[in-house]
């Protein structure tokens, strides 16, 4: 089956720096990716849609110019979260679907364990 | 409101033993259900997709059932394993929608005790 893969599993940086994380389709091409966020015990909530060559989509409430977004190629996305704060840790999971699954199966990464102190 | 509720939030269950997981949605327009394993600190894995017009799916020990009337789904394990121990995640998708579309219940908790 389809594998996205998610790099790194697991992460700790300081308050104030900057940490980015890498979504990868590993055997076929995403034009879309998306970006979810899970606090615990919590459901997953999309926070933004990556768009290859363009801009993403961010929802309601998600900073941009915090969780940017670069969908430089049609199989990696990557979500760097500037000037992290310990509010910001959080377990961040990306997903994509393959061309021929539109709406149908989505495939998601094995999720980044963000850590700020 | 578009909203996907599970229940229990967590069940204890000894191996062997079968159980069965809720989830309500009203979610419109309705495009289809998704029935997702995730294991603690990974990404959820599919399970079962269903779209308005099945009624039940199976993958394995697992069997999903859905009723596009009420707006209610299950999730049937049987002959539960260790490995079960996970979240299952009820996800119902806009009909047409993108991704970006989809609604997520909390999950359920379950842990298979020897």
């Known amino acids: 089956g389809a594998v996205v893969s998610q790099h790194p599993s697991r992460v700790i940086c300081k308050s104030g720096t900057s940490v980015k994380i890498e979504c990868r389709s590993l055997?076929?091409?995403?034009?879309?990716m998306f970006w979810y966020r899970q606090f615990p015990k919590q459901s997953l909530m999309l926070m933004a849609t990556?768009?290859?060559?363009?801009?993403?989509?961010?929802e309601q409430g998600v900073e941009k110019d915090k969780f940017l977004i670069n969908h430089a190629s049609l199989t990696l996305s990557t979500l760097t979260v500037t000037s992290a704060h310990p509010e910001d840790s959080s377990f961040y999971i990306c997903?994509?679907?393959?061309?021929?699954?539109?709406?149908?199966?989505?495939?998601f990464g094995q999720g980044t364990r963000l850590t700020v102190v | 409101k578009n909203q996907v509720e599970q229940s229990p939030q967590s069940l204890i269950i000894l191996e062997g033993k079968n159980c069965t997981l809720q989830?309500?949605?009203?979610?419109?327009?309705?495009?289809?259900l998704r029935w997702y394993k995730q294991d603690t600190g990974r990404g959820p894995v599919s399970l079962t997709i269903?779209?308005?017009?099945?009624n039940t799916k199976s993958n394995g020990r697992y069997t999903a059932t859905l009723d596009a009337d009420t707006k209610q789904s299950s999730l049937h394990i049987t002959a539960s394993q260790l490995s079960d121990s996970a979240s299952y995640i009820c996800?119902?998708?806009?009909?047409?929608?993108?991704?970006?579309?989809?609604?997520f219940g909390k999950g359920t908790k379950l842990s298979v005790k020897p």
């Open positions: 997903s994509a679907r393959p061309p021929s699954r539109q709406n149908t199966e989505a495939f």
């Open positions: 990556s768009n290859e060559g363009s801009k993403a989509t961010y």
């Open positions: 055997d076929f091409q995403a034009t879309t």
């Open positions: 989830c309500n949605y009203t979610v419109s327009p309705f495009s289809n």
């Open positions: 269903m779209t308005f017009s099945e």
């Open positions: 996800v119902v998708s806009f009909r047409g929608g993108s991704q970006g579309n989809l609604i």
